[in-house]
T-cell receptor, first 117, second 111 residues
Framework: GAVVSQHPSWVICKSGTSVKIECRSLDFQATTMFWYRQFPKQSLMLMATSNEGSKATYEQGVEKDKFLINHASLTLSTLTVTSAHPEDSSFYIC?????????????FGPGTRLTVL | ELKVEQNPLFLSMQEGKNYTIYCNYSTTSDRLYWYRQDPGKSLESLFVLLSNGAVKQEGRLMASLDTKARLSTLHITAAVHDLSATYFCAGAPSGTYKYIFGTGTRLKVLA
């Protein structure tokens, strides 16, 4: 149990285009989901907290107009990188907290590698 | 603001040897997590430590937590090649659910 999927697992796009990444909790409902980014050989940095039915909370320094987050259902959160540029190339990982257990338990997705040319 | 640091950043060791990875954190953390990450992959949960003195073991890995010293350790016993990976610890500031990750320790076990 407690499986989180991400789609796509790998994407290459041209500079200036937008890319949508999906994060799904497959066998549980998740009121809260989190989005992280990881640069090569570096640690994970929390970008934002996504709550179902409400606006996401962004960490300091993360542009909310660039990284649009939508958490429209209890099993799906999406991250859209708008007008992507090469510096947005990174590994994006989501995590989900099962509803009713509390956000201190997070299950991580497999990650999405974004390369912007 | 919680900051989490790991030591060492890189570790190369021979099979059969023991070693410890250290995770220091700057302020109170409700919980301490250890994760493993293989190249190009996401995180695999290893341990969750909830209280002072907590010790958990799984196979050749053992994690402990000293909240007074704000220190967690991940001890590797008789390392094998399959343990080669990057290991992260993460804390959660008191009253929040935000994971703050350490710098990571890249472990390479030589056959």
């Amino acid at each position: 149990g407690a499986v989180v999927s991400q789609h796509p697992s790998w994407v290459i796009c041209k500079s200036g285009t937008s890319v949508k990444i999906e994060c799904r909790s497959l066998d549980f409902q998740a009121t809260t989901m989190f989005w992280y980014r990881q640069f090569p050989k570096q640690s994970l940095m929390l970008m934002a907290t996504s709550n179902e039915g409400s606006k996401a909370t962004y960490e300091q320094g993360v542009e909310k107009d660039k990284f649009l987050i939508n958490h429209a259902s209890l099993t799906l959160s999406t991250l859209t990188v708008t007008s992507a540029h090469p510096e947005d190339s990174s590994f994006y990982i989501c995590s989900a907290s099962p509803s009713g257990i509390g956000p201190d338990t997070q299950y991580f997705g497999p990650g999405t590698r974004l390369t912007v040319l | 603001e919680l900051k989490v640091e790991q030591n060492p950043l890189f570790l190369s060791m021979q099979e059969g040897k023991n070693y410890t990875i250290y995770c220091n954190y700057s302020t109170t953390s409700d919980r301490l997590y250890w994760y493993r990450q293989d190249p190009g992959k996401s995180l695999e949960s290893l341990f969750v430590l909830l209280s002072n003195g907590a010790v958990k073991q799984e196979g050749r890995l053992m994690a402990s937590l000293d909240t007074k010293a704000r220190l967690s350790t991940l001890h590797i016993t008789a390392a094998v090649h399959d343990l080669s990976a990057t290991y992260f610890c993460a804390g959660a500031p008191s009253g929040t659910y935000k994971y703050i990750f350490g710098t990571g320790t890249r472990l390479k076990v030589l056959a």
